[in-house]
């Protein structure tokens, strides 16, 4: 039997010190536990220090914490920078505050209870196995696929930084969306002047290779041994070896068209915009007729997403203050979350801009060369209420329809990443891990991940820049070995684990004569392969362990005997 050091964890007097007593006493009598210490407060570095000169004094081979959740050793014990000698993984937590203290009136009870628990923590101690790292080396290159606003701030900043950058973008020109727009919604600044002078020191910079037009059309491999092929705009296959990949690929826009949308004084946000920035304000004509009263029907589509209601309020600032017209916004909600938008909403108030609020879809007429808007305003009327408001316009604005990309489906197919419900690229994490895609070594940020306004887009491609750089910095990325094995004797090829894989880290290998993959002494041909966990992919989540018909797969610091001896039954 392995040699158990136990400490208990009083956790600042949180365990009562008859109850600590007690425990002492019982942990003498087993034979296989090597000393027992205590601390008032485990997790802190003094106490880790001698926690550490203990077990390097006492020679054990595992140890077992008696305290709290797991969750407040597991970070520092795996994590903490102290040389301790012990691997990480040969130590378990009997949680006995949680688990027994708390939710057992009785004090017997609750140590008969707690006996059990840390009994059980010494028969998982004793059958835990060291799991050791591995390193990957990893190069300062980087595949961005996307040339828009996100795409170009997250190139310059790792070009800046020392990274290698190849930049495919599928169209001739760079900018994106961003191109259409006209001022910043937040300051008295053209976008296009801005725009080109980004793009211009980007095309200077030495350390970014821009390949436009071009598309992705092959990729395999995974973090730190890439291999993509680029179809370039001129039919030629380019071969590129980047250890980190970045999909900023942007959004499309579709029109409402049919009926009454297809009219000459229904036009876009975007139409509205070209508008203003070529007329520079003296616009008030349009067909030859002056306009004087202008409405904006918003969250017709794109409830979720505030850009329409950015370009409205900005739009609005200028045809009210500085053209003079009528501006009415119908919409179901305002979104002020942006930086500054509440001052905008505010300022547009107080210029005479009128907000009517609506529930059920407005209707549009033609009345005498008018569009005529008619809507029920929920602020001032009860549901009952049947009256509506007319409202004559000389223009109705109206968002187009944001969608994904067309290709994304198959550049998502391509890359192994996952799509939300609306179509666009899902992170990892909505509100921890936001640049992270479920494949390691791939990040996404933009349309494709979803529309935002530009500063958001900024700070957005900024967290992307140091995510990436954060990985490279150090050359290579460490990872421990606590992730999924497949046993190839037992797999029988059903293709089960790399469908269910949500990280894609799971391959199918044939055996040929060049294959580094173990055969276990079985013999090599050319019709026999087995599934295939790369370590550096996985995330040791367990998915493929419990879908394997086969039992050909296991965790490796969760084997089934750990879960036998947690359930009380012999395996």
């Known amino acids: 039997m392995a040699r158990i050091g136990i400490f208990i964890d009083t956790l600042k007097g949180t365990l009562p010190s008859s109850f600590r007593d007690q ?136 070009a800046k930084a020392g990274i290698q950058v190849f930049l495919v973008e599928k169209e001739k020109t760079l900018g994106g969306k961003t191109t259409e727009l006209w001022k910043f919604y937040n300051k008295e600044v053209e976008v296009k002047g801005w725009l080109e002078q980004k793009i211009s020191e980007l095309r200077q910079n030495p350390r970014i290779s821009l390949l436009a037009p071009a598309q992705l059309k092959y990729l395999r491999g995974h973090l730190g041994r890439f291999q993509a092929t680029v179809l370039t705009g001129k039919g030629e296959e380019m071969t590129l070896t980047p250890h980190v990949i970045v999909v900023t690929t942007g959004y499309r826009v579709e029109r409402k068209r049919g009926g009454i949308y297809d009219h000459k004084r229904v036009i876009t946000l975007s139409e509205m915009e070209k508008l203003l920035s070529e007329t520079h304000p003296p616009f008030p004509l349009f067909e030859g007729k002056r306009v004087e009263t202008v409405t904006y029907l918003l969250d017709e589509t794109n409830e979720d997403i505030k850009l329409d209601a950015i370009n409205a309020l900005k739009q609005s600032l200028i045809l009210q203050g500085s053209l003079k017209c009528q501006v009415t916004i119908l919409c179901k909600e305002v979104k002020v979350s942006s930086e500054g938008m509440e001052r905008l909403y505010r300022k ?111 700070f957005e491609a900024d967290a992307l820049a140091q995510e990436v750089l954060a990985l490279l910095s150090k050359g290579a990325y460490t990872y421990d070995l606590s992730v999924a094995e497949v046993d190839p004797k037992k797999c029988a090829l059903c293709y089960t684990c790399p469908r269910v894989c949500p990280h894609s880290a799971i391959t199918v290998e044939k055996y040929a004569e060049k294959n580094v993959y173990l055969t276990y002494g079985i013999p090599q041909n050319t019709q026999w392969g087995a599934a295939k966990v790369d370590p550096a992919s996985c995330f040791g989540c367990g998915i493929c362990v419990g879908e394997c018909p086969a039992r050909a797969i296991t965790l490796r610091h969760y084997p089934d005997e750990l879960i036998y001896i947690q359930m009380g039954v012999d395996g």
């Open 348 to 458: 547009a108030r107080g210029l005479g801009v009128l907000f009517v609020k609506y529930e059920e879809s407005p209707r549009l007429s033609l009345v005498d060369g008018q569009i005529q808007v008619e809507v029920k305003d929920t602020s001032i009327l009860h549901k009952e209420d049947q009256w509506t408001i007319s409202i004559l316009s000389d223009l109705v604005v109206l968002p187009e329809t944001i969608l994904p990309h067309q290709e994304l489906n198959e550049l998502s197919a391509l890359l192994k990443l996952h799509l939300g419900k609306r179509g666009f690229l899902m992170e990892d994490n909505p509100q921890l891990l936001r640049v992270r895609s479920n494949r390691r070594g791939i990040f996404v940020a933009g349309g494709c991940r979803f529309p935002q306004e530009i500063s958001e887009t900024l």
């Open 23 to 158: 425990l002492r006493s019982t942990l003498r009598e087993i034979p296989e536990v090597a000393f027992s210490a205590e601390e008032e407060e485990l997790v802190s570095s003094e106490a880790l220090e001698r926690m550490s000169k203990l077990l390097e004094r006492e020679k054990v081979e595992r140890v077992v914490v008696v305290g709290g959740s797991p969750k407040i050793y597991e970070t520092s014990f795996q994590k903490w920078g102290l040389p301790l000698p012990l691997n990480s993984y040969l130590f378990t937590v009997a949680n006995i505050r949680e688990q027994v203290l708390w939710s057992s009136m009785d004090e017997k009870e609750a140590f008969e209870k707690a006996k059990r628990t840390i009994l059980k923590a010494l028969r998982i101690a004793s059958s835990l196995k060291p799991i050791e790292s591995q390193t990957l080396p990893l190069k300062p290159e980087v595949l961005i696929l996307g040339g828009g606003l996100s795409g170009i701030s997250i190139a310059s900043t790792l």
